[in-house]
T-cell receptor, first 115, second 110 residues
Framework: EAGVVQSPRYKIIEKKQPVAFWCNPI?????LYWYLQNLGQGPELLIR????????DSQLPKDRFSAERLKGVDSTLKIQPAELGDSAVYLC?????????????FGPGTRLTVT | SQQGEEDPQALSIQEGENATMNCSYK?????LQWYRQNSGRGLVHLIL?????REKHSGRLRVTLDTSKKSSSLLITASRAADTASYFC??????????FGQGTRLTINP
């Protein structure tokens, strides 16, 4: 069974440029998560989708970040414009259903460097 | 904001020794999960313990939960080089949310 797929794995951009990350969750998983992970820290939730609906985006900086999950499968996370402080690893995860009792399956992440 | 605090932040032991990591949290939880992250990779789920459980085993892993002290511990017995990773506790809050701690970086020396 294929795991969570993310691309690209690495991205280097200059500040003020846009960037987009893509995630393909495990087939059949209703819930998709985007996390931000700074160096030496644990993941912090940016947004959670149940199917195609964003049900928790309270931590998403909406002035520059946007996300979508068309048809309730793949998802993209966009930053426009990027700032130096956005340098981090962006992790995508999925779970069969919503709820902290469900195991989350993580992708390898996209390491973003903003120069 | 992060809920859990792992202790120690970093741990270095010899191969074959046991490793113990602790996690403390602040609010009531439904369950607590432990995840492992190898360098440059995503997180992998290790074990889940529910709030009404006190101890759980999985292979060389033993997890305890003390809800009165709001703390959990992860014990890895007979450590191996492949156990070198960061370990995170994640607390299940309310009906929806899983909140991760800052992690313990474990190094197993040959």
């Amino acid at each position: 069974e294929a795991g969570v797929v993310q691309s690209p794995r690495y991205k280097i951009i200059e500040k003020k440029q846009p960037v987009a990350f893509w995630c393909n969750p495990i087939s059949g998983h209703n819930t998709l998560y985007w996390y931000l992970q700074n160096l030496g820290q644990g993941p912090e939730l940016l947004i959670r989708y149940e199917n195609e609906e964003a049900v928790d985006d309270s931590q998403l900086p909406k002035d520059r970040f946007s996300a979508e999950r068309l048809k309730g499968v793949d998802s993209t996370l966009k930053i426009q414009p990027a700032e130096l402080g956005d340098s981090a690893v962006y992790l995508c995860a999925s779970s069969l259903h919503t709820g902290p009792q469900y195991e989350q399956y993580f992708g390898p992440g996209t390491r973003l460097t903003v120069t | 904001s992060q809920q859990g605090e792992e202790d120690p932040q970093a741990l270095s032991i010899q191969e074959g020794e046991n490793a113990t990591m602790n996690c403390s949290y602040k609010t009531s939880i439904n369950n607590l999960q432990w995840y492992r992250q190898n360098s440059g990779r995503g997180l992998v789920h290790l074990i889940l313990i529910r709030s009404n459980e006190r101890e759980k085993h999985s292979g060389r892993l033993r997890v305890t939960l003390d809800t009165s002290k709001k703390s959990s511990s992860l014990l890895i017995t007979a450590s191996r080089a492949a156990d070198t990773a960061s370990y995170f506790c994640a607390t299940g809050q309310g009906a929806q949310k899983l909140v991760f701690g800052q992690g313990t970086r474990l190094t197993i020396n040959p």
